[in-house]
Nanobody, 128 residues
Framework: EVQLVESGGGLVQAGGSLRLSCAASGFTFDDYAIGWFRQAPGKEREGVSCISSSGGSTYYADSVKGRFTISRDKRKNTVYLQMNNLKPEDTAVYYC?????????????????????WGQGTQVTVSS
C-alpha cells in the first residue's frame, strides 16, 4: 500500500522559512516522481514543485521560483520542500503526491490528475 506522510507545516511570519517532508512507503521510491501541490480555501489545487524519479529534473511554479527548493533522499525515501522567504499568499494546505510519471521530461508541468497517490496534507500559514 502506497503511503505518503507530510510533515513540517506550521505558522510562520512573512519572510520566514519552513521545510516540508514527504515520507514515502509501499512502493519503489526510485521509480516515482514526487510532486508538491497546495490548495488555499476557495482555490483550485495547484502544482508547486515536482522532482523526477531520478532527481535529475525539477519543476517550480513561477510563484515560488527562487524561494522553494525540492530535493529527494533515496536513503530515507523522503522528499523535501525547503520554503524560504515565505509570503502570506503561500498560505495553503500542502500535499505531496507520487506516481510513475514515465513521460517526465525537462518541460514537464505537474497536474493533480497525473498523480494517483496523495498524502493527507499539512497546513502552512504565513502571517503578514
Amino acid at each position: 500500500e502506497v503511503q505518503l506522510v507530510e510533515s513540517g507545516g506550521g505558522l510562520v511570519q512573512a519572510g520566514g522559512s519552513l521545510r516540508l517532508s514527504c515520507a514515502a512507503s509501499g512502493f519503489t521510491f526510485d521509480d516515482y516522481a514526487i510532486g508538491w501541490f497546495r490548495q488555499a480555501p476557495g482555490k483550485e489545487r495547484e502544482g508547486v514543485s515536482c522532482i523526477s524519479s531520478s532527481g535529475g529534473s525539477t519543476y517550480y511554479a513561477d510563484s515560488v521560483k527562487g524561494r522553494f527548493t525540492i530535493s529527494r533522499d533515496k536513503r530515507k525515501n523522503t522528499v523535501y520542500l525547503q520554503m524560504n522567504n515565505l509570503k502570506p499568499e503561500d498560505t495553503a494546505v500542502y500535499y505531496c503526491a507520487a506516481d510513475n510519471i514515465w513521460y517526465y521530461s525537462g518541460s514537464y508541468r505537474p497536474e493533480p490528475t497525473d498523480f494517483g497517490s496523495w498524502g493527507q496534507g499539512t497546513q502552512v500559514t504565513v502571517s503578514s
